[in-house]
Nanobody
């Protein structure tokens, strides 16, 4: 399975960006897909996740500003980011993991950089 993420860029504070990630290859369902981010000098933190069944989870810092959505038929996940803040600046990584396989399968895409200027 390969994950391709795109949609990052430079935006002013208060602006919006939409990230997309497409999984290709032998994608097993049910699964979870989500976004994590890593700022320079920091670890990789959860931003938002969504399962094929529609269960979502958000970091407290993005609740009310970011929305995760999926197109299960196309194995895609999206992250709509509104009211962006300079502290949202990071490399954003897409992740896919399986629920029903043993061991769990876990895949990461390449990062897409989001830079928010003040």
């Amino acid at each position: 399975v390969q994950l391709q993420a795109f949609g990052g860029g430079l935006v002013q504070a208060g602006g919006s960006l939409r990230l997309s990630c497409e999984a290709s290859g032998s994608v097993i369902s049910p699964n979870g897909m989500g976004w994590y981010r890593q700022a320079p000098g920091n670890g990789r933190d959860l931003v938002a996740t969504s399962t094929t069944g529609g269960i979502t989870n958000y970091a407290d810092s993005v609740k009310g500003r970011f929305t995760i959505s999926r197109d299960n038929a196309k194995n895609m996940v999206f992250l709509q980011m509104n009211d962006l803040k300079p502290e949202d600046t990071a490399a954003y990584y897409c992740r896919l993991w399986t629920f029903s396989t043993a061991p769990q399968q876990n895949y990461w895409g390449q990062g897409t950089l989001v830079t928010v200027s003040s």
